[in-house]
């Protein structure tokens, strides 16, 4: 007992007495015996589904860990506190202040051209002699002035192919530049490259170095599976990009090169392999990706060789050995993992421009073609060169800024694909862990929202979602694992 | 531990203190003539005969030789003598001295009220409810006597801003005269649910300055029930996003105990969600002072009890990026991975160590040891920490 001057917890406990409200909130089925419901702000519990029933029912019992729990995540709240609205509020705005920023992403394709010839190829390379299909500095300089308009305080100007560094002296035209321009904008500004790294030189990595520019290459794993799916002729491709990894991270550091995979049919068997290709490397992350539905991949039929459910069972088992290399003392994290893992455990938006709601076409990421046409997003582009213009926002020599982002296609694709008024979403706890690609789904069904049931985009999408979330509640080294990640 | 309002042993010269006199200690014995009367002069056998014009002449002991001058000849009685070159007192006309500040202090507190709007179960400070306006008077008179390299000084009560006006004044007062010294406010940020005093404290522009602000549990009706105060949970969070609305620096204060141990990491994950722009997190043991030691029984968790809670609220708030320290806890009751985020935090005039402390090498080296108060009850899983061979 307190002394007599203190009352108990049961006297400050009964305000709790008069029933609870409920705030907004959303359930979705994880497995046979679960459900996972999540709050406006993808705080989540996993729970039966008798006890959802019971939430809603106002049948839960006060002061029981389950309605304590409830009531610190923002699922329910009483007369004791007044304070969860203007929390979630916070919390909200929180999670969306990056739409606020605008465009953070600008990505120059300096060429077309490209010294190899991958069927899954989403853009349309062009054999590397045609000048005709390189940017010329005056189109670089009217995308600058593109830029510089953004009111985002970080910016972040990629450099996209074909193959980047065969138009190398426009990229150093572009970096100095922006530089000198920033010296008045003042922005957080950062460089990178995406290159097969074929071309990759001294010279060019201390450039590099010097303007603090990372490199962002492409390594699909071991040696002839990586030639198999990225062919060039001498099908020494694998061998250069390895040695060109091996030089970057000698001469400019661990940090400052990157590798993205995408799967074919060829991958989906190998996921371990892969894997171990990227350790024996070294490198310390790794994104498992499927392949996206433009370009080449569509035009040989590449696209069509598995479906989400097989590259979903693919991602799974890479998963797996991922986190077994993580339990055996080897820190390596998947990307798209860590970017959802930050979308469920923190209260941050990571900003990736592929699953933000509203969808990041052209507000978040925007790109400036060779020709000075601007797309919405490197999607839109790769479906233009598949004569689909529906994304085309202009072009940087006829058409002003205002003009490009406000084009009616643009505000409406955006406008109706908000999820949480698209048909399916608006109902699915998974909601603030995901986004909106108006793009792929009028690429996919014609139609910017898209049918859910139909969308592969989903389907991935959920598959990922149910299976971090599941790994999370069932094995305790691998919550340990993936919370780590999202930090 | 150090007595810091004890009474001196005698006086050897009559005593001229119409009201409370308040001077920097000093033995420099040549002091320009100009200051003496805002110093006092503690003797230490530096000099033959005694220096005039000082406010007060301070001796550690009896040293008849010399002949005291002037009047306010005090002699120290034996637990006055760490009173060192550079510290502020008060002394009062019953021969009573208050150490105000003490240079060799890492941290000073000033004590600015008693009254709080708080009733916390193991408040080490017990509230009390009378006008004790002239605290925060004494302490807005004392700041110029406080030497300009004084790192850090501490506010605390009672409840510091229910001292209105004469809070925010305190604060100027510190900014103009000790202008590289940090100020650490311990508030229960209630007050602060009202944007318009956040924005004041704001408005001082203060370049270091910290509030440290108790928030006890994640689920409303607990916290009110540890500081017995109904709506103070809404009031502490709105005080903490007002703050941080107008760029304070905010620390959050948690006290382990019965009330609050089971849902440390429930609280962390509501800090990493809610309140994740929080400057720090501190985790504190519980000082078995005041209302602690009434309500001992009700309140007492031995720490080495809620070490799984304990870890996995730092694990979760330092993954989050916020910077966690733990407070208040013996090295040797904490799990070995939370060892290096403990803080050595006891201030020395209250640290000391237990018999079973005999042999450890961390004692008085990165080890807090306790509270003076810590004879009432300490765990029982005290153990000497060996050296690694």
Redesign the interface.
């Known amino acids: 007992?307190?002394?007599r001057?203190?009352?108990?917890?049961s006297?400050?406990?009964q305000?709790?007495q008069l029933g609870y409200k409920l705030l907004p909130m959303r359930f979705s089925y994880l497995d046979e015996n679960r459900y996972v419901l999540s709050n406006m702000?993808g705080?989540y519990l996993v729970l039966r589904r008798d006890c959802i029933e019971d939430i809603v029912e106002h049948r839960i019992q006060v002061s029981s860990t389950l309605y304590?729990?409830l009531?610190?995540?923002h699922f329910i709240y009483d007369e004791?506190?007044?304070?969860a609205i203007?929390?979630l509020g916070?919390?909200y705005r929180t999670k969306l202040t990056q739409a606020s920023h605008f465009t953070g992403l600008h990505m120059f394709v300096v060429t077309l051209r490209c010294d190899y010839s991958c069927p899954y190829c989403q853009v349309s390379r062009q054999t590397d002699d045609k000048i005709a299909y390189d940017m010329s500095q005056e189109t670089a300089d009217r995308a600058l002035d593109m830029v510089f308009l953004s009111p985002n305080p970080a910016i972040k100007i990629e450099f996209q192919g074909g193959e980047t560094l065969l138009n190398f002296p426009l990229i150093q035209y572009i970096v100095e530049h922006a530089e000198k321009r920033n010296k008045t904008h003042q922005r957080d500004l950062k460089f990178v490259i995406a290159t097969n790294l074929s071309f990759c030189t001294d010279a060019i990595l201390d450039y590099c170095s010097l303007h603090g520019i990372s490199i962002s290459t492409s390594l699909d794993g071991p040696e002839a599976l990586h030639n198999k799916n990225r062919p060039r002729p001498g099908k020494n491709g694998h061998q250069l990009v390895v040695e060109g990894i091996k030089r970057i991270q000698r001469r400019l550091g661990k940090d400052c090169v990157s590798a993205l995979m995408t799967s074919t049919l060829d991958s989906l068997s190998q996921a371990r392999e892969i894997i171990d290709e990227y350790v024996a490397l070294q490198l310390n992350e790794i994104f498992l990706r499927p392949m996206s539905p433009y370009g080449f991949a569509v035009r040989t039929g590449q696209i069509d060789k598995y479906n989400t459910a097989r590259w979903l069972e693919f991602f799974k088992e890479g998963l797996a050995h991922i986190l077994e290399l993580n339990k055996n003392g080897y820190p390596i994290r998947e990307i798209y993992s860590t970017i959802v893992l930050r979308k469920m455990l923190?209260?941050?938006e990571p900003g990736y421009v592929d699953l933000r709601s509203p969808a990041g076409a052209a507000i978040a990421g925007i790109v400036y073609n060779y020709d000075g046409n601007v797309y919405a997003s490197d999607e839109a582009r790769m479906l233009a060169e598949m004569m689909d213009d529906k994304f085309k926002l202009g072009n940087l020599h006829t058409d002003s800024y205002e003009a490009m982002l406000s084009n009616d296609e643009l505000m409406d694709a955006i406008e109706s694909s908000v999820t949480v008024s698209c048909p399916s979403c608006t109902d699915c706890a998974f909601l603030p862990y995901c986004g909106s690609d108006p793009v792929y789904h009028y690429a996919t069904q014609h139609d910017v929202v898209g049918n859910k049931a139909l969308s592969n985009f989903c389907t991935k999408n959920m598959g990922i979602f149910r299976h971090l979330i599941s790994l999370m509640e069932d094995d305790p080294v691998s919550r340990n694992i993936l919370?780590?990640w999202?930090? | 531990m150090l007595n810091l309002h004890a009474r001196a042993s005698s006086a050897r010269t009559q005593l001229d203190l119409p009201k409370p006199l308040v001077a920097k200690v000093t033995s420099n014995h040549n002091l320009p003539r100009q200051l003496r009367g805002l110093s006092a002069f503690l003797y230490e056998g530096q000099c033959s005969t005694l220096p005039t014009g000082f406010a007060a002449v301070l001796f550690r002991h009896g040293d008849a030789a010399i002949d005291p001058v002037g009047a306010n000849n005090i002699e120290l009685s034996a637990e006055q003598f760490y009173i060192a070159e550079g510290d502020v007192i008060r002394i009062h006309a019953d021969l009573k001295i208050s150490v105000i500040y003490r240079r060799n202090a890492s941290s000073n507190a000033l004590l600015v009220t008693e009254q709080c709007n708080s009733f916390c179960v193991m408040c080490s400070q017990p509230p009390k409810a009378h006008d004790d306006a002239y605290r925060i008077d004494d302490w807005i008179e004392a700041i110029p006597f406080i030497e300009d390299c004084c790192p850090e000084l501490t506010i605390t009560g009672g409840e510091p801003t229910l001292a209105g006006d004469k809070f925010f004044e305190l604060i100027t007062v510190i900014k103009a005269q000790l202008p590289r010294t940090a100020i650490h406010i311990l508030t229960n940020g209630r007050n602060f649910k009202s944007v318009r005093l956040a924005q004041r404290l704001s408005e001082i522009r203060h370049p270091d300055l910290m509030l440290g602000i108790p928030l006890y549990s994640d689920v409303a009706s607990i916290h009110n029930y540890v500081v017995q105060a109904d709506g103070a949970f809404d009031e502490t969070i709105a005080g903490i996003i007002n703050l941080k609305r107008f760029g304070q620096k905010i620390e959050l204060r948690v006290v382990i105990h019965a009330a609050t141990f089971k849902r440390l990491p429930e609280l962390a994950e509501f800090v990493a969600r809610n309140l994740q722009f929080v400057d720090q997190v501190s985790l504190m043991g519980l000082e078995l002072m005041g209302f602690a030691r009434a309500n001992l029984d009700e309140i007492w968790i031995d720490p080495a009890s809620y070490q799984k809670e304990l870890a996995q609220a730092v694990s979760i708030l330092s993954r989050s990026r916020i910077r966690v320290l733990i407070f208040n806890h013996q090295l040797c009751v904490l799990l070995p991975e939370l060892r290096k985020y403990a803080v050595k935090s006891i201030s020395d005039w209250k640290r000391e160590y237990m018999p079973e402390c005999e042999g450890c090498i961390e004692a008085d080296r990165n080890c807090g040891g306790f509270f003076s108060s810590a004879k009432h009850r300490y765990s029982k899983f005290i153990t000497p920490i060996r050296a690694v061979t």
Not at chain 1, 5 to 9: A, N, V
Not at chain 1, 80 to 83: A, C
């Open positions: 007992m307190l002394s001057r203190f009352k108990d917890l006297h400050y406990r305000a709790e702000v705080e304590d729990d009531k610190s995540k004791s506190s007044q304070i203007p929390l916070l919390k923190s209260p941050q919370r780590h999202a930090s």
